[in-house]
């Protein structure tokens, strides 16, 4: 899983499959310190961290 540095277009969110979750991701990125992903079993795992 690839967490984008940059904010997708419009066009990106609205004309790709993808477009969403890319979004989503953009925005975890922007919200956390640290964001660390893995897949295991078949399942995305993203681990978040904040500093308090």
Do not use: W
């Amino acid at each position: 899983m690839i967490i984008p540095d940059r904010e997708p277009t419009e066009d990106e969110v609205l004309q790709s499959l993808t477009g969403m979750a890319k979004l989503s991701l953009f925005f975890i990125r922007q919200n956390a310190d640290k964001v660390e992903s893995h897949v295991k079993n078949g399942l995305c795992h993203i681990r978040l961290h904040y500093v308090h």
